[in-house]
Structures are given as structure tokens and as C-alpha cells.
């Protein structure tokens, strides 16, 4: 039985591998051992390997041979999987916002723009990447439908992931802002029509420009230790 003062410790260690997995630190298709992480960590080898079998039951990591874990891999399969469902429930959400926007909701949604682009001006893609997830949550939380907001929410951490592979997209941040303030604009004119359209451009762009890293065999599917190396503010903060 876990000992009761382990259990933060195990939520603190899964949220911390997660975050790794997510931001591309951890990248798909490498091994993580219980072991190593023990030490890393400076924690003991129960509350790593409880962290992990957690991951592994939500689709983040899977058991390879030695007792060690491997990061699953992001296929194109999968990708173009999540970007098809995002059309589909966003495209719901943001009809229905543009309809009924409040002044308050276009100041949030204008404010996140503008953490976008000083996240990009300081170099710091982890905010940068935090403020689009936001930008997203909102419109679905604005929409006011909570089975609509509970289900995106089981697809987010996984759409978090392929929204960090546009790091290696040429100019793909300045023209997500671009893309971002479009949709903005179209909510603030009401134009429900228009914000779907704007919405879909987005997503489809995010979608073509992963399509294309997949395509490159520069990256070797983005599978292997080619993948380029995160910068230094995705990567893990020591002490």
C-alpha cells in the first residue's frame, strides 16, 4: 500500500513528467527509466513508477522491454485525428460565441493575443504555447456548453503536444498572432460565419505546417533523436 505522505509527491512527479512529455522534453519514441528519473529527481523509485503507469493508463507513455517506459510516438495518423475533432467542436463553439460576445470576453480574448506576442518577442515558447491553449479554452468555455467543454478538455493535454511541434515551422508563431487576431476580429463584428471561417484557416494552417515537418526526412518523422532540440525555456529548470 502507498504510503499517504507519497501521494503528493507521485501527483507532483506525474505532473511534472507530464509537462515534459507535452512540451516536447521528453520526445516521442524515447525511453525514460525509472531509475534515472529516481535520481534526477532525488526522490525515491515508487513515486516515479506510479507517476509513469499513470501516464501510461492516459496514452502518454507505454511499457518497453527492461521495466522501462517509452514516450509514445506522435504518428501524422494521430495528428491529423485531433485536428479533424478540434474543426468539428471549435468550429461549434466559436459560431456561437461570435453570436453572443460580451464586451468582457473580447478584452480576455484580445489580452491573450497580446501575452502571445510578448511571449514571442521574450523568447519564451512555454508561455507562448500557454496563452493559444488559453485562447482556445476560452471560446469553448464561452460558448456556454458544459459536455462541449468537458469532452475538449480530455483531447487538450494531446493537442498541447502537437502545438509544440510548430516550434520547427518557419514564422508558424507570427502567424498564429496573425491567424489569432483574424478570429478576434471577426467575434467582435458578430460575424458568426466569418469567426468559423477565420477558426478553420487556423487550424488547417497549424495542420499543414506539422504535415510538412512529417514530410521533411530531415526530422525522420519526428521520431528519432534528430528531433531539434527545444529551446532552453522548454526545457526542465534545475535547482
Known amino acids: 500500500m502507498t504510503n499517504q505522505n507519497e501521494v503528493p509527491l507521485t501527483l507532483k512527479t506525474y505532473q511534472q513528467l507530464k ?16 531509475q534515472s528519473l529516481s535520481k534526477e529527481l532525488g526522490i525515491s523509485r515508487t513515486p516515479v513508477r ?65 501575452r502571445m506576442e ?23 468555455r464561452f460558448c456556454g456548453n458544459r459536455a462541449l467543454e468537458e469532452l475538449t478538455m480530455q483531447l487538450t493535454e494531446k493537442i498541447q503536444r502537437v502545438r509544440f511541434l510548430t516550434l520547427y515551422v518557419h514564422r508558424r508563431l507570427e502567424e498564429t498572432i496573425d491567424e489569432h487576431g483574424k478570429i478576434l476580429e471577426r467575434i467582435i463584428r458578430k460575424d458568426a460565419r466569418g469567426a468559423k471561417k477565420a477558426l478553420n484557416t487556423h487550424l488547417r494552417n497549424v495542420k499543414k505546417g506539422v504535415e510538412t515537418l512529417y514530410k521533411e526526412k530531415t526530422l525522420n518523422l519526428l ?12 526545457r526542465p529548470r534545475r535547482n
Not at 84 to 107: C, F, M, S
Not at 225 to 232: G, I, N, V
Open 19 to 34: 509537462q515534459r512529455i507535452m512540451t516536447l522534453q521528453f520526445r516521442p519514441g524515447e525511453i525514460v527509466m525509472v
Open 50 to 114: 506510479e507517476a509513469l503507469v499513470r501516464l501510461q493508463q492516459e496514452g502518454f507513455v507505454e511499457e518497453a522491454e527492461g521495466k522501462k517506459f517509452r514516450v509514445l510516438e506522435l504518428s501524422i495518423k494521430s495528428v491529423l485525428e485531433l485536428h479533424e475533432l478540434r474543426e468539428l467542436l471549435e468550429g461549434h463553439a466559436i459560431k456561437q460565441v461570435a453570436a453572443n460576445r460580451t464586451e468582457g470576453q473580447i478584452a480576455e480574448l484580445r489580452d491573450l493575443i497580446r
Open 118 to 140: 510578448q511571449a514571442l518577442k521574450s523568447g519564451e515558447p512555454d508561455k507562448f504555447f500557454e496563452a493559444d491553449l488559453d485562447f482556445h479554452t476560452k471560446i469553448i
Open 223 to 234: 521520431n528519432s533523436p534528430y528531433l531539434p532540440t527545444p529551446t532552453r525555456s522548454t
